[in-house]
T-cell receptor, first 113, second 116 residues
């Protein structure tokens, strides 16, 4: 499959445990944030998004937390499964141009049995 | 099936030889976008389009052109490719732009471009 990145920060978790992937975003005025998952050889896949007027949003087995004070975004995955193994990216929209999207460099999640 | 398609999937070319990577979506999405992905740098937006005939630069537009003559198509054009444009390219589309509410962005399968 295609390589999505070398020397990425890696989070290793045991199957069934909860995972927390963190992201520090750059612009305090960004108002829209997204998490994507990218499996080897595939394009990124939308997981969940959140607007800046919210602190928390939940999806199926995933929760995104937004802390605007410290410009921090996190993705929590409950009961992590082997199929969750992938690279996870956070993205924020631009400040001066709110229709741009700026991606982080990604975190690799490895799930072991 | 709702999808974003890109062609070609793999391309090896030489410096200076013009090329086009096509992108098509069948979901009637307004917002389309091109990204390049390089090791250690994540995804960087090249160009995006809010609708037909409306395009704008992303973070790394130099050396690229785009057009949006029809809603479903958003080709990426490299007029004179150079080796530093060797990368993995993704096209994506979503119903709305980030400022309009965003919503789920669908990505194509990627195009691996090598410029020698």
């Amino acid at each position: 499959g295609e390589s999505v990145g070398l020397h990425l920060p890696t989070l290793s978790v045991q199957e069934g445990d909860n995972s927390i992937i963190n992201c520090a975003y750059s612009n305090s005025a960004s108002d829209y944030f997204i998490w994507y998952k990218q499996e080897s050889g595939k394009g990124p896949q939308f997981i969940i998004d959140i607007r800046s007027n919210m602190d928390k949003r939940q999806g199926q087995r995933v929760t995104v937390l937004l802390n605007k004070t410290v410009k921090h975004l996190s993705l929590q995955i409950a009961a992590t499964q082997p199929g969750d193994s992938a690279v996870y990216f956070c993205a924020e929209n631009g400040v001066y141009n709110t229709d741009k999207l700026i991606f982080g460099t990604g975190t690799r999640l490895q799930v072991f049995p | 099936e709702a999808q974003v398609t890109q062609n070609p999937r793999y391309l090896i070319t030489v410096t200076g030889k013009k090329l086009t990577v096509t992108c098509s979506q069948n979901m009637n999405h307004e917002y389309m976008s091109w990204y390049r992905q390089d090791p250690g740098l994540g995804l960087r937006q090249i160009y995006y389009s809010m609708n037909v005939e409306v395009t704008d630069k992303g973070d790394v537009p130099e050396g690229y052109k785009v057009s949006r003559k029809e809603k479903r198509n958003f080709p990426l054009i490299l007029e004179s490719p150079s080796p530093n444009q060797t990368s993995l390219y993704f096209c994506a589309s979503s119903p709305l732009s980030p400022s309009q509410g965003g919503n789920e962005q669908y990505f194509g399968p990627g195009t691996r471009l090598t410029v020698t």
